[in-house]
């Protein structure tokens, strides 16, 4: 049984700066890449970023592009996503993801997921 387990999240000010972490079991972790997605209140799950296995390539969001940065520990089997000058937009729960496939955006090609952790950044 694959877990993805979030950490990290929590309350911040605006301009504010947080580390979450995803760590998993039971995966090849190396092999899959792994995506950050988040979902506000009443709005639909949103690609935030995703970093590749192999090679560590990432996509991001043009939202979070110059703020967000994704890093992997494969020896760790863990995912972060460092979020700087974060605003009240940034404001959801943030789950990470596995999927087989590099270079995905969509929530539909991946295939196992965390539980999600809150994010709330304060004007």
């Known amino acids: 049984q694959v877990q993805l387990v979030e950490s990290g999240g929590g309350l911040v000010q605006a301009g504010g700066s947080l580390r979450l972490s995803c760590a998993a079991s039971t995966l090849t972790f190396s092999r899959w890449s792994m995506g950050w997605f988040r979902q506000a209140p009443g709005e639909n799950r949103e690609f935030v970023g995703t970093?590749?296995?192999?090679?560590?390539?990432?996509i991001y969001a043009d939202s979070v592009k110059g703020r967000f940065t994704i890093s992997r520990d494969n020896a760790k089997n863990t995912v972060y996503l460092q979020m700087n000058s974060l605003k009240p937009e940034d404001t959801a729960v943030y789950y990470c993801?596995?999927?087989?496939?590099?270079?995905?955006?969509?929530?539909?090609?991946?295939?196992?997921w965390g539980q999600g952790t809150q994010v709330t950044v304060s004007s």
């Open positions: 970093i590749s296995g192999n090679d560590g390539s990432t």
């Open positions: 993801a596995a999927s087989y496939y590099t270079a995905r955006t969509d929530i539909s090609e991946y295939t196992f």
